[in-house]
């Protein structure tokens, strides 16, 4: 690896534009307990609805040295290997309320399967995903009977690919990367006057994204109830990994509300391939700023160049730090969550899923000592993670595990 690669390695800026404090006016309210609890109500409707795990790993966090290291694994959502299935089920339930005239919280899952062909008859739901979003809308519906459309970005995984197609839904690869695929799957649901269901935001096109923000409240509502059992509060800090920011902002959003001036500190991770968040606040003028090129990072769930415009405000108003790292510090972190020592659990961590705790690892290293302390990083830290996927491209996660592949260089 060349020397400049090296120094790429990690790229930290600390938020300028975080607001000061929490006040009952800048709390952003589609992320309120109110209606997060929504969200999770018609969760716990599902048959095979369960709360995630939340892990402590005990032994890290002293190896770290950080008093608690929590951990809330998503690999195991609905059977679905990540958690972006919050999200999808969500919103089309929302959609079908819609056209029903009913409110969400007057339905349930059974419900909604009974009567959705009534409500959108043969209309396909069409989507563009990097894998994960595409894999829960396709579950969905195909739970609902209906049938769904997929677009993936080009050099798309297989084993994604076969996910999506295993639940009926038709999957088809582009030559594009994720955000031209977005385009293309705007124009195909036009076409074929089909329902788009889109986990970002643009001009026009705000509900769905808004919705299925919503969605993944519920393991934020989760990690909330989970931290209180075990005798915690707000945590003092959450890594929190953004492809269009739309995950970060949800969780961000949450916490704000319900913890107040007491929210943890933020620290957003990204690709450096895939850095808009990074990008839009290195140009620190208040506005998302898109970056271009093919995206291509082993972190697939985190290859977005274009800003989520709601999720871009919350972000740059409640975060602290912005990280963009290289694929070696994701796969450092799926390989040190697949290796714990002494009784810590392990957790299977896929490249986006891990970004975070590899990013962390490196940060408690003595060379990020002023980092450390700009953001209160001591053995008094509380920090949780989510682990967002398992190993949904199982091929690289075996090279990353058991090749050694994406090492940090010189170490
Ligand atoms: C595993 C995983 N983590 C995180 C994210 C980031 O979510 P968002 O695009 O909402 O920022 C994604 C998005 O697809 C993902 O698949």
Not at 79 to 91: P, Q
Not at 147 to 158: F, H
Not at 170 to 190: H, P, Q, R, S
Not at 227 to 240: E, I, K, R, W
Request: glycine content about 8%; proline content about 4%; aromatic content about 8%.
């Amino acid at each position: 690896m060349e020397e400049n690669e090296q120094l790429d390695m990690m790229n930290l800026l600390l938020n300028e534009k975080r607001v000061p404090e929490i006040t009952r006016e800048n709390r952003p309210k589609m992320f309120s307990r109110k209606e997060a609890n929504k969200a999770r109500r018609f969760h716990m409707s599902f048959d095979n609805y369960e709360a995630t795990p939340l892990y402590s790993l005990d032994h890290l966090a002293k190896t770290l040295g950080v008093k608690k290291i929590f951990i809330k694994d998503e690999s195991s959502r609905f059977d679905l290997n990540a958690f972006k299935v919050l999200g999808g089920t969500y919103a089309i339930t929302r959609l079908i309320c819609e056209k029903m005239g009913k409110d969400v919280s007057e339905v349930n899952f059974k419900y909604i399967r009974e009567h959705a062909a009534e409500e959108v008859g043969n209309a396909p739901f069409v989507t563009a995903t990097d894998g994960n979003h595409g894999r829960g809308i396709a579950w969905a519906v195909h739970e609902l009977g209906q049938k769904a459309i997929v677009y993936l970005p080009m050099n798309s995984a297989k084993r994604r690919v076969e996910a999506i197609r295993e639940t009926g839904a038709e999957a088809i690869v582009t030559d594009l990367n994720y955000d031209g695929t977005v385009l293309l799957a705007i124009e195909k649901a036009k076409e074929v006057g089909g329902y788009m269901v889109q986990d970002t935001a643009w001009e026009g096109y705000t509900e769905v994204p808004t919705w299925i923000m919503q969605g993944y409240t519920t393991m934020g509502m989760e990690v909330i109830d989970q931290l209180a059992l075990q005798g915690y509060d707000a945590p003092t800090h959450v890594f929190l990994q953004a492809g269009v920011g739309g995950m970060a902002a949800a969780i961000l959003g949450l916490f704000v509300n319900i913890y107040k001036n007491k929210y943890p500190k933020a620290i957003i991770v990204e690709p450096n391939a895939a850095n808009c968040i990074y990008n839009s606040a290195e140009v620190n003028d208040g506005e998302a700023h898109p970056i271009d090129g093919d995206l291509q990072t082993i972190m697939v769930g985190l290859a977005c160049g274009v800003p989520s415009p709601i999720a871009w405000p919350i972000i740059r108003d409640f975060s602290t730090m912005f990280v963009s790292c290289n694929d070696a510090v994701a796969a450092r972190g799926v390989r040190i969550l697949a290796n714990p020592a002494r009784r810590d659990p392990k957790v299977v961590s896929g490249e986006s899923g891990a970004a975070g705790i590899g990013a962390f690892s490196l940060l408690m290293g003595d060379e990020f000592k002023e980092v450390k302390e700009a953001l209160g990083l001591n053995e008094d830290s509380v920090v949780l993670f989510f682990n967002t996927e398992g190993d949904t491209d199982p091929v690289n996660y075996g090279e990353i595990i058991w090749n050694g592949k994406y090492r940090i260089p010189n170490q």
